[in-house]
């Protein structure tokens, strides 16, 4: 048996896939890595089991992807090298803080839909992982745009929303935006359904950092989005990734929508590292 085939193990619906034989922290041939690439925007979400990373080679890796972008929370960055985001439950002491960190991630978004070019792939992984709960759902928004009514459908393609991370916080019950955060991340507006910029699908693009829908009275616009988050989230358009120790996770955020699942802050310990490649401007 060869115990480097590449491999791509793809859920039934698609939607998700692992991917097998390739050493992330290793030399990853351009070949090798094309298939990956590919894969990811095929599946949209994938895992690599048994990786052996720290944080210099997740960023070598995130970065064969494109330039990445630091987050615009200052405290949780890595030390020593900044694109490196780190949260976690755990204090220098390596005890449970009993609180999970940036509650925004309890609920579904994607990730910085807050700024004008917002985040295309993540990479994250979680040197220590929950032994129950805190898994990572995923739901796939361009099956569940595809799936909606076609007079409906062609209506939000109208459809303008605004994001704000200073409004993500408050609904998420998170510490305040601090004047600094909000001026590097003020309000922006993207299209309610997205084109994907490299297949041409077309995503619902919601979540969270959504504010108000751009001319609808605002009760109204948010109704909507929670009406269309809500049908967008049924259980037929999830993927769930229960950690293991050594995943590497790997998700497209210009169709998908994640959250992580609760877990018991004070007991468990979760950690996770993520790199963040930079996208471009959703359309
Ligand atoms: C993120 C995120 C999910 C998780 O890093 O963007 O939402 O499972 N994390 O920690
Ligand atoms: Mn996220």
């Known amino acids: 048996m060869n115990g480097t085939e590449f491999i791509i193990k793809a859920e039934d619906s698609g939607f998700g896939?692992?991917?097998?034989?390739?050493?992330?922290?290793?030399?990853?041939?351009?070949?090798?890595?094309?298939?990956?690439?590919?894969?990811?925007?095929?599946?949209?979400?994938?895992?690599?089991?048994?990786?052996?990373?720290?944080?210099?080679r997740q960023l070598a890796f995130a970065q064969r992807?494109?330039?990445?972008?630091?987050?615009?929370?200052?405290?949780?960055?890595?030390?020593?090298?900044?694109?490196?985001?780190?949260?976690?439950?755990?204090?220098?002491?390596?005890?449970?803080?009993?609180?999970?960190?940036?509650?925004?991630?309890?609920?579904?978004?994607?990730?910085?839909?807050?700024?004008?070019?917002?985040?295309?792939?993540?990479?994250l992984r979680s040197p220590s992982v929950?032994?129950?709960?805190?898994?990572?759902?995923?739901?796939?928004?361009?099956?569940?745009?595809?799936?909606?009514?076609?007079?409906?459908?062609?209506?939000?393609?109208?459809?303008?929303?605004?994001?704000?991370?200073?409004?993500?916080?408050?609904?998420?019950?998170?510490?305040?935006?601090?004047?600094?955060?909000?001026?590097?991340?003020?309000?922006?507006?993207?299209?309610?359904?997205r084109t994907h910029p490299e297949t041409g699908a077309k995503a619902l693009y919601l979540g969270n950092h959504t504010s108000h829908v751009v001319g609808m009275e605002r009760a109204e616009g948010e109704a909507l989005i929670a009406e269309l988050e809500r049908h967008g989230t049924q259980a037929k358009y999830i993927y769930r990734h229960r950690w293991r120790d050594n995943d590497v996770l790997m998700w497209d955020n210009r169709c998908t929508v994640h959250c992580v699942t609760g877990y018991d802050a004070a007991k468990e310990r979760r950690i996770v590292h993520r790199a963040v490649v930079q996208g471009d401007r959703p359309v």
């Open 65 to 123: 992807f494109g330039p990445l972008e630091g987050h615009i929370n200052r405290g949780t960055r890595h030390d020593a090298l900044p694109k490196i985001q780190v949260f976690g439950n755990v204090d220098q002491n390596g005890n449970t803080t009993g609180v999970h960190p940036e509650r925004g991630t309890l609920v579904w978004h994607t990730d910085k839909s807050y700024v004008a070019t917002p985040s295309m792939f993540t990479v």
């Open 130 to 193: 929950a032994r129950e709960g805190g898994d990572t759902l995923f739901a796939d928004m361009e099956r569940a745009y595809a799936d909606l009514e076609e007079d409906r459908a062609a209506r939000l393609l109208e459809l303008h929303v605004v994001h704000d991370w200073k409004r993500s916080r408050e609904k998420s019950n998170e510490r305040a935006a601090t004047a600094d955060e909000i001026a590097a991340a003020p309000p922006v507006e993207h299209p309610l359904v």
């Open 17 to 56: 896939a692992e991917i097998g034989g390739v050493d992330l922290g290793g030399v990853v041939a351009e070949e090798t890595f094309a298939a990956i690439r590919e894969a990811m925007i095929r599946h949209k979400v994938l895992v690599f089991r048994g990786q052996h990373l720290d944080d210099a």
